[in-house]
Structures are given as C-alpha cells and as structure tokens.
C-alpha cells in the first residue's frame, strides 16, 4: 500500500483549480449512484433470505465499490501519490462466490464507512468548490481555496478507503507468515529434488565403478586384459558420474551465475535458448546472491516455459533496477493464454520471489503476447568494491 505522506512522483502533477473543481462536480454528481447503492445493500440485506435480495446486495456493493474505486484515483491525482487498489482478487464462480469474497475483505466494509462520509460532509465540502467558481464574486476564494478544500477532502476519503498503519503491518506479517511457509516448503522440495538427482544418478554411477574396481582386481591375475578394459570402463563411468555432479552444482548456483552476475548470466541464458532471444537494459551492480540467484531461475523458467507451449518466434529479456527495486520483464510473441495457476512451474516463481517480498505480474491474452513482470526490491552492491566478496570469481567447477 501507498504511503500517503509521500511526496507526488514526477509522473503526476498536482491539478489546478478548473480541474479539481471538475472532480468536485463529479463528486457532487455522485449522491445519487451512492444513495442507491446504499438503499440496495440494506434492502437486500433484509432479503437476504432469497436470491433476489443476495442480487440486491451484490448490485449495491459492486456500485459502491466502483465509485470508490474512482475516488481513490480522483485523491491520489488531488494529493499527487499513488494509490492502487486495495481490493483482493476476485475468485472464480458464480454471483454468490463473489459476493461472499466481497463480505469478506475488510476494505468492502470501509467502503461502506466512506459512503456515509461522501454524502455527507464529503458531498457539501465538494459542493462548496462548485458554488464558489459559479459566483462571481467568490472567484478569489474559489482559486486560492480548492486545492485545499479539496486535500482535505481527499485526505479524508483516503482515510476510509486505504489501509491504516496498523492494518498495513497486520497485513504484511500475514504476507510473510506465508511467503516463509512457502519457502520453507520449496526448501525441503528442493532437498529432496538434490537427494534423487545424487541417489539415482552420481551414487549409482560410483557404485558401478566401485564393482568394476572390484571386478578388474579380480581379472588381473587371470586376464590382465579383460582386467584394463574393466578399468577403462570405471574411468568412464567416473567421467559420466562428474558431469552428473556438475549438473547438480549447476542446479544449486549455476557458475556463470556466480562469476558475471544476473546481467551476465541471463544473457549467457538467452545464448542458449532454440528461440533468439534479445537482452537489453542491465545492472550496474550485483544483487545478493539469494536474490540473484531465485530471479535467475525464474527467468530460465519463463523462457523454458514459452519454449515449450508459446510457440513464439522471439522473445526478449529488459533488466533494470531503478528506486531500490529490481524490475525484470520477460516477454514472447507466442500464442499466449499464458495462466500462472495451471502449473507448478510459475507457482514455484511465485515462491521464490515471495520470500523475498517479490512479485510476479502475468500479462498473457490470447494471441500473445506473454509479458511477465517480475520485480523484488533490493540494493546494487558496487562492483568496483574490492572489499566485497560478491567480486571474487568463483572456483566452481565450469
């Protein structure tokens, strides 16, 4: 959630007075849409016995919701802040389902808070801004008054209709109470994924050198022969059991990861892929090696992904890191209908990025194209610091 104190970004300038009065009109125009919001949700509330009052409730808080919705935009422009929307995601399912998830989230009843306030005090503070521009004579106060009328309006309607501090800390232990879960779980998956790939794979090879030892030591007396070819073959089977380690390392922290960083290593990625794939941006120093090492992976997940169900003739990588947040956006133009939910794949991403307060944004309508946004906040160390051991190349084997 936004912090309301903070100062307006470049992006948005503070209006001035014609268009905060249009607000105010708008504002003004919206006591109608809200009395009968108001009026749906508690007649349908006290017909909530059949479905024609279920339809009513739902109707009532679908047009709160909407012009709170608006409000919000109108009081982060007014205040010059970002305000996205608080809201939980809707879930699948019919009017029912999305009625009881709308009960549910505490902001549907804050809005309702709002509504009280906006054809109240809120309606006659933004009537005021209006009847002020319609009198000549009160065109001075009208052009020196607004933008403060309207910011305390705003700040106010803000108050109801975004989380409190308190709310806001409550919320994001919860986030976190499940992102560690999550990554305590992806950890022991992860065990036991390396478990299977040295059980069934580097431990088998080395008993079937540990028995062709033994065989060629049984042979060297009677067939000297038979006895180098049975060594030969442990060799190669040693060999076969190396690459097979080196492929385990690689799965932990791959090398090229270690040695030229994210930047480096997704463009080593991009090298290998079937697909062209084209890498442009970069970082001007390294990330924690954590973190560079869950968003390299769920870059390779993300090119993996559309080499296998995009069918796409390109794709492109942009790396950056701009106000403390690494933004990777990982896009193909494939077939899309790319959906998160329906592998484990993505979800795993999720996992991964959660932990370290990441996300993950999916942009994928059908006919294409896919455009994945990951971002996690975190600093750039500085490459040229000798002191750091993130400059050490590392001694793993390639």
Same mark, same amino acid.
């Given at each position: ?6 100062? +307006? ?116 503070? #933004? ?82 050198? #540990? ?27 040693? #060999? ?13 922290? +791959? ?121 996690? +906040? ?21």
């Amino acid at each position: 959630m936004s912090d309301l104190s903070a100062p +307006p970004s470049a992006e948005s300038a503070r209006p001035g007075p014609l268009r905060l009065t249009a607000y105010a009109g708008e504002q003004v125009l919206w006591l109608v849409p809200l009395l009968l919001g108001l009026v749906l949700f508690v007649v349908g509330g006290v017909l909530a016995i059949i479905w024609v009052g279920i339809a009513l409730v739902l109707g009532g808080l679908l047009v709160v919701r909407g012009i709170a919705d608006r409000q919000r935009r109108i009081a982060g422009r007014v205040l010059g802040i970002d305000v996205p929307s608080p809201y939980r995601p809707a879930p699948p399912g019919g009017p029912l389902v999305r009625l009881w998830s709308m009960i549910g989230d505490p902001m549907t009843w804050r809005d309702l808070g709002w509504l009280l306030w906006a054809i109240t005090a809120g309606w006659v503070i #933004s009537l005021l801004v209006v009847v002020l521009m319609v009198a000549v004579a009160t065109l001075f106060f009208w052009w020196f008054g607004t933008p403060h009328l309207m910011a305390v309006r705003s700040r106010v309607d803000l108050t109801f209709l975004t989380y409190g501090a308190t709310e806001r800390l409550e919320q994001r232990v919860a986030a976190l109470t499940r992102s560690r879960a999550e990554a305590v779980d992806h950890s022991a998956a992860e065990l036991r994924r390396l478990e299977r790939d040295l059980h069934d794979g580097t431990q088998a090879r080395l008993v079937a050198v #540990s028995m062709s030892l033994g065989m060629a030591e049984a042979q060297f007396e009677d067939d000297p022969e038979a006895a180098r070819r049975t060594v030969s073959e442990a060799r190669e089977a040693t #060999s076969a059991a190396i690459a097979d380690l080196r492929s385990v390392v690689r799965g932990i922290h +791959p090398p090229v990861l270690a040695d030229r960083g994210l930047d480096g290593a997704v463009r080593a990625l991009a090298l290998d892929m079937a697909v062209p794939v084209e890498v442009s941006g970069g970082l001007s120093g390294r990330l924690p090696l954590p973190i560079e090492s869950a968003v390299y992976f769920a870059v390779a997940e993300c090119l993996a992904n559309a080499a296998k169900h995009a069918g796409h003739e390109h794709a492109w990588v942009e790396l950056g890191h701009r106000d403390g947040v690494l933004r990777v956006v990982v896009g193909d133009d494939g077939r899309g209908g790319a959906d998160p939910d329906a592998g484990t794949g993505m979800r795993g991403v999720m996992r991964r990025l959660a932990a370290f307060d990441g996300t993950m944004a999916v942009s994928s309508p059908a006919g294409g194209p896919t455009v994945v946004t990951l971002e996690v +906040p975190c600093a750039l160390s500085d490459p040229h610091d000798s002191s750091s051991p993130r400059t050490t190349p590392s001694s793993a084997p390639a």
